[in-house]
């Protein structure tokens, strides 16, 4: 296991977030640990990021290139757009709920992997890179269930 540190500025998170997002798109999240530091105008979030050895591997049709954002409109069909764009909501208010980044419940990369693969259980979805069982535990039941709601309405290739 590696660990990787970062401090998050509350002011201007930016440059960090970049780093922090290099990491967790390069890796397999394991675990990810954060603390506020409240310090007034030098407030900040010290997380801890455990990552597994060896980055897993995405499909080729999902990986961004050349420092471009991927854009998922493209990669996706409008059926299964649909489907992620329903995930990137619930994970929204998820993690607004927990007061934590969206990519810490689930990457765009994990959400596009639950469409493409087509998840219906949670089983499936502890399948993906990245999503250990303390994911699977804390969000699967909500994630699976938006899932099999969208395969029962026809939305997607699910």
């Not at 409240?38 to 591997?57: I, M, N, R, Y």
Request: hydrophobic share 50%.
């Amino acid at each position: 296991m590696q660990l990787r540190f970062f401090a998050i500025p509350a002011t201007d998170p930016a440059a960090a977030e970049a780093a922090l997002n290099r990491v967790l798109a390069a890796g397999r999240v394991v675990s990810l640990e954060r603390q506020f530091v409240a310090d007034g105008a030098a407030s900040f979030w010290a997380l801890c990021v455990t990552l597994a050895p060896g980055p897993g591997e995405l499909p080729a049709a999902l990986k961004g290139g050349g420092g471009r954002r991927l854009d998922y409109r493209e990669v996706l069909d409008e059926a299964d757009f649909a489907v992620f764009a329903r995930l990137r909501m619930l994970r929204k208010e998820v993690a607004e709920a927990e007061a934590v980044p969206p990519y810490a419940v689930f990457t765009n990369e994990q959400l596009a992997a639950m469409v493409t693969g087509h998840v219906a259980d949670e089983a499936g979805l502890a399948a993906i890179d990245g999503v250990g069982p303390a994911r699977v535990e804390r969000y699967g039941a909500r994630f699976v269930a938006a899932l099999q709601e969208a395969w029962r309405a026809g939305e997607g290739g699910g």
